[in-house]
């Protein structure tokens, strides 16, 4: 009686068990799909934000231009895309956007045979110091020396801005080509423009 | 006493259902632990011949596997991309784990801080197909003979390698060195935290044929990549200007302004003779020998107030002026 009591037990016990296998048996292999996808595709993201600086400060602000109080916009982006079976992948980044600071890149590569980007940034620098002076034209070709009895306060900054394209290609036997073409141009009280481009063979 | 039995048996058995319907719906059941079914080797889920380790599902954030198909080692379309074992080892142990043994051995090549894999063993894995290149000098280089792993500052089987990464690279270097982290919070200093300028910008970990791991092959070749106004050649050259620029500078940060190891006329006085207004003892009031029009010699830019041009001036009429860079 108690060995019959007991396998009756067994049957109900596995037929319960068996039904809820078959209820969320695919729900779970589907999960698990889901998991595997989530673990291994490559995700984009996208953050957008607003910061609020209390107080003017130079030297919070020296290389980001958020030296004066108020509320600033920020945008961050990673947008990533691999084409098919081939390993071709579009990838789009931007830091900072909004901000004086900014960087954005594109890049487009199929990996192990080529590849090519374009990328452009800005750096400020703000000088931490407000001169007070009588000198006038500065970052001109003519200064003159005004006769006040005091002089004018001027905010010295530069800023640097790149523009870089690039191309790589894999050649056989381990070599590859890298050519770079970088314009940096650097501007404000004093400018100066340069530009140079360089190619390299390894 | 076979009533009190039956209604024990049967008090647990909504406890026994409820367990076991939790276990099967679990959606974080595969991801985490090992299933109790028998494991398929049929099917590869990231790299090439991965089904043998990817059918023990043994994910955690501590341990991440699968996430390498996310960075550039499994891309499976590039020829180059390795297999599990091979960076890993056969690991015919850890593969065929003997019933009753509850942890699986360790792989044949284990990376990693506490990894019990000689780092010479653990590096060659990487240089088998990182060589040449940027990594061209790295036998011999500082890090190499300080047996400085690849895995101390790269991680691969995460989608974001902070090492790679100009906002998040510091933070690796600093690691280990401590004087760089504390000379960039200076006031005078690069761009580093706020992501503009990286250490791998100036610096070739994987090692170099210039000084102190520099990219290029001199100091001034590096730091004239991206300050190539002060590069000269100039018709009047500042001597320790063309000779290198850390005379003067330290580029991780000083509390002098410009990057200065110290403000002028200290800096100036360290070389010039102390003949003329050179050598006289500065001071912020005329009433010193070293004083400029009455005005103390280091006020403002001491020295640069009139050299101005302390990198080399290109001035081709007066050379008066030009040869001591004041115009």
């Known amino acids: 009686m108690k060995k019959m009591l007991a396998q009756v037990r067994m049957i109900r016990l596995t037929a319960i068990v068996s039904a809820l296998r078959a209820a969320f048996g695919p729900v779970h292999a589907e999960e698990a799909a889901q998991a595997v996808e989530r673990l291994t595709k490559p995700e984009s993201t996208v953050q957008f934000g607003a910061g609020y600086v209390d107080q003017d400060n130079q030297r919070f602000g020296q290389y980001t231009g958020l030296r004066e109080a108020g509320v600033y916009g920020i945008a961050d982006l990673d947008l990533v895309r691999r084409l098919g079976e081939a390993g071709t992948e579009l990838r789009l980044t931007g830091r900072n956007l909004g901000l004086a600071h900014g960087e954005a890149r594109f890049e487009h590569r199929r990996q192990g045979d080529w590849g090519y980007f374009i990328e452009f940034g800005q750096a400020p620098d703000y000088s931490p110091y407000t001169v007070n002076t009588r000198l006038t034209g500065i970052g001109g070709t003519s200064q003159t020396v005004i006769g006040a009895s005091s002089g004018q306060d001027v905010q010295l900054k530069t800023v640097r801005k790149t523009a870089t394209l690039g191309f790589d290609k894999l050649l056989p036997a381990g070599f590859d080509v890298q050519v770079r073409s970088a314009t940096r141009t650097r501007t404000g009280r004093g400018c100066s423009v340069r530009a140079h481009w360089g190619a390299s063979i390894s | ?327």
Not at chain 2, 20 to 42: I, M, Q, T, W, Y
Not at chain 2, 86 to 103: M, N, T
Not at chain 2, 143 to 165: E, I, K
């Open chain 2, 1 to 327: 006493m076979m009533g009190s039995k039956k209604n024990r048996l049967f008090g647990l058995l909504p406890v026994l259902v409820l367990a076991l319907g939790a276990f099967v719906a679990s959606p974080a059941h595969a991801a985490e632990e090992p299933s109790g079914d028998k494991p398929s080797r049929n099917t590869d889920l990231v790299l090439k011949g991965d089904a043998v380790c990817t059918s023990c599902p043994y994910e955690t954030e501590a341990y991440p596997v699968l996430s390498i198909r996310k960075t550039r080692h499994g891309v499976v379309a590039d020829a180059r991309t390795p297999t599990c074992t091979g960076c890993h080892g056969e690991s015919k142990a850890h593969l065929d784990k003997p019933k009753g043994v509850r942890v699986a051995p360790n792989p044949d090549i284990v990376f990693g801080k506490r990894a019990a894999t000689p780092v010479e063993q653990q590096n060659e894995t990487c240089i088998t197909c990182h060589k040449g290149g940027k990594h061209i000098h790295w036998a011999g280089s500082t890090h190499q003979a300080h047996d400085v792993a690849c895995t101390s500052c790269h991680q691969l089987h995460v989608a974001h390698d902070p090492v790679r990464d100009k906002l998040t690279q510091f933070e690796v270097c600093f690691t280990c060195h401590k004087e760089q982290r504390a000379e960039i919070s200076r006031p005078s200093r690069h761009p580093v935290k706020e992501g503009k300028v990286a250490c791998s910008d100036c610096h070739n970990s994987h090692g170099g044929a210039g000084p102190m791991l520099m990219v290029r092959d001199s100091v001034n070749e590096t730091c004239s990549s991206c300050h190539m106004e002060k590069r000269g050649p100039f018709i009047w050259n500042h001597q320790p200007v063309t000779e290198d620029c850390s005379i003067c500078h330290n580029p991780h940060g000083t509390t002098a302004d410009n990057l200065l190891k110290a403000r002028a006329p200290f800096l100036c006085q360290q070389c010039h003779e102390p003949t003329g207004h050179r050598g006289g003892i500065p001071s912020l009031t005329g009433l010193s020998s070293f004083n400029l029009s009455g005005r103390g010699a280091t006020l403002a830019r001491s020295c640069m107030n009139c050299h101005t041009q302390i990198h080399g001036s290109n001035n081709p009429a007066d050379g008066a002026a030009g040869r001591i860079f004041q115009r």
